[in-house]
Nanobody, 124 residues
């Protein structure tokens, strides 16, 4: 069965940290890009970060740059999103997906496979 499993969400206080994982089963993540999305209550889904197969120059949304770090470990077939200094506005459902690339593939364009979602709640 081909799937992407997301884990690591939860509730934290403002300033706290969480690490999300995106584990692929039944297929190889490499060389696809791994993208993280989030959807806050009442808002549209947005791209949080994207990392290509070679792992060079990951991209981030302006709102999370400097606080979030995305990475991947292809030996484990997993992608990660490390979230530090979390703010209440980071609250939402976070999901991962594989994509054909990062640059030139805005939004959901180029998504190959969707993973599940995990809820992140940041209290002020």
């Amino acid at each position: 069965q081909l799937q992407l499993a997301v884990s690591g969400g939860g509730s934290v206080q403002s300033g706290g940290s969480l690490r999300l994982s995106c584990a692929a089963a039944g297929f190889r993540l490499y060389p696809d890009a791994v993208v993280w999305f989030r959807q806050a209550p009442g808002r549209e889904r947005e791209v949080v970060s994207c990392i290509t197969g070679d792992g060079d120059n990951p991209s981030y949304a302006a709102a999370v740059k400097g606080r979030f770090t995305t990475s991947r470990d292809d030996s484990k077939n997993e992608g990660y999103l490390e979230m530090n200094n979390l703010k209440p506005e980071d609250t939402g459902v976070y999901s991962c997906a594989t994509k054909r690339g990062c640059s030139g593939y805005p939004g959901t364009y180029g998504v190959i496979r969707w993973g599940g979602g995990t809820r992140v709640t940041v209290a002020s």
